[in-house]
Nanobody, 127 residues
Framework: EVKLVESGGALVQPGGSLKLSCAAS????????IAWFRQGPGKEREGVAA????????YYADSVKGRFSVSQDNAKSTVFLQMNSLKPEDTAIYYC????????????????????WGQGTQVTVLS
């Protein structure tokens, strides 16, 4: 079992920055990919960034490329999502998720491919 806990969500002005954290505990060595998803009001859950647990590869959705950056601190079993140049359309609940299988070629953006989920953290960008 793997437990994921997100933190860092807040209210922010357009153009501002936030850094989200996802603290992992439990049998984390069973996971190979950690992703950040978000779900805005009335929208489907979408993947925005992912990182392999060895830290070698990162993936970004087109909507956040160049603005968001995913990283990890293995010593603290924490994955971060640095979000810059925030826009009102970035408003959503942000979730981190972990997969026991390696996913690429778009599969890393499918929520059903992930085995563990956090409870989410709210990010609101004022309009």
């Amino acid at each position: 079992e793997v437990k994921l806990v997100e933190s860092g969500g807040a209210l922010v002005q357009p153009g501002g920055s936030l850094k989200l954290s996802c603290a992992a505990s439990g049998y984390i060595y069973s996971t190979v990919l950690i992703a950040w998803f978000r779900q805005g009001p009335g929208k489907e859950r979408e993947g925005v960034a992912a990182i392999t647990t060895d830290g070698v590869s990162t993936y970004y959705a087109d909507s956040v490329k160049g603005r968001f950056s995913v990283s990890q601190d293995n010593a603290k079993s924490t994955v971060f999502l640095q979000m810059n140049s925030l826009k009102p359309e970035d408003t959503a609940i942000y979730y981190c998720a972990a997969s026991r299988r390696f996913r690429i070629d778009g599969q890393q953006w499918i929520p059903a491919n992930f085995d563990y989920w956090g409870q989410g953290t709210q990010v609101t960008v004022l309009s």
